[in-house]
Every structure is written in C-alpha cells, then in structure tokens.
C-alpha cells in the first residue's frame, strides 16, 4: 500500500520538529514524491547527511512502502 503524503510529512515532522516541508505527489501514485525540507537540524551539515537524516526520519520505508522521493534539503534563511 502506498504511502500519503501526510503520512510522510508527519514521520518527517516527528523528527525535525521545527522544519518546513512541502511535500508533492508527482506522479499521482502514492508512490512518486518530490520532498523539500527546511530544517535548523540542518546547519553545518552536508547534503548528504541532510538527506541521511530525512530518510532516517522515514523509518526505513524508502524503496519499500515508498519506492521514489526526490529529496531538497536546506537551512533557512536568516
């Protein structure tokens, strides 16, 4: 069963409480996400990190439940 978009976002929110996270279905399958995340947790980290911490965040349903998410990650601006 796929994943909803505000299931995603909870699990997301869950973990970086402060974030700012636009989630967008882009296939209409359930399956097919674009994410960007805005997150202090963010700061001095690489993008890599940045993503590990998301998918971190996701409880190890990517390329299962959720096969594809096309992930932005940032800091916000000051």
């Known amino acids: 069963m796929p994943m909803d978009s505000r299931e995603i976002e909870a699990m ?3 973990a970086l ?3 700012t996270i636009e989630i967008k279905d882009l296939a209409g399958d359930g399956d097919h996400y674009a994410a960007t995340v805005i997150s202090s947790a963010f700061k001095g980290k690489t993008r890599v990190a940045q993503h590990q911490l998301v998918y ?3 409880q190890g349903r990517m390329g299962g439940v959720l ?3 096309a992930l932005t990650t940032g800091v ?3």
Do not use: K
């Open 67 to 69: 096969h594809a998410l």
């Open 17 to 19: 409480p402060d974030a």
């Open 56 to 58: 971190g965040a996701l």
């Open 12 to 14: 997301i929110r869950e």
């Open 76 to 78: 916000p601006q000051d």
